[in-house]
């Protein structure tokens, strides 16, 4: 059996997978987020034993849709092609749910491919409002969670 396991990294071991996943073709510098080496970032991996093969990151990120204070922004959710389909993302964010939850945290927020809308919906998430463009990535949707309520 090989191991797995789901382990707090830094912003650059994200990089391989944000590049191979959701920047294809792009620049090694569009897979630097804005806030990546905040203190109140957190960046998770998903290894099968010493390799990383899924990846999803936590800001301290306010969204004025919502009225709450204790919130955070999910951004660059993603499993490597090869290991898509066969449960790791469900894995990857559950347990970063469990995470959000025990830290009394509120709310989870992210604006949500639009092809990655029903894997969301699946572990819970809500759409929010009309679908909008990101320039160069595509549709997507505001989608959240609430924690604590
Ligand atoms: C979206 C993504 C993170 C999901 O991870 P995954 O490991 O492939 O998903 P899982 O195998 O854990 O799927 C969990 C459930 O969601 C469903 N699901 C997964 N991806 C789906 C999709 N794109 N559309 C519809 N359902 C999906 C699965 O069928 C499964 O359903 P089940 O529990 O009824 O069997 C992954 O496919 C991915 O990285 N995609 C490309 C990048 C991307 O879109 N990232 C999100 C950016 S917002």
């Given at each position: 059996m090989n191991k797995i396991s789901i382990k707090k990294i830094n912003y650059l071991d994200t990089f391989p997978v944000r590049s191979a996943v959701?920047?294809?073709g792009k620049p090694?510098?569009?897979c630097s987020f804005l806030g990546d080496d905040a203190v109140d970032t957190t960046h998770f991996?998903?290894?099968i034993e010493n390799n990383i093969i899924g990846i999803a990151s936590v800001f301290k990120t306010?969204?004025?849709n919502f009225d709450i204070k204790n919130q955070f922004q999910l951004r660059g959710m993603a499993i490597l092609e090869e290991y898509q389909s066969a449960g790791f993302g469900k894995l990857l964010l559950e347990e970063i749910f469990n995470i959000i939850e025990s830290n009394q945290v509120e709310l989870l927020w992210f604006n949500a491919r639009e092809t990655a809308v029903s894997f969301?919906?699946?572990l819970g998430c809500i759409k929010?409002?009309?679908s909008f463009e990101i320039p160069e990535i595509g549709t997507h949707f505001l989608m959240y969670k609430?924690?604590?309520m």
């Open positions: 959701l920047r294809q090694i510098e569009t991996g998903l290894y306010n969204n004025k969301y919906e699946k929010k409002g009309a609430y924690f604590n």
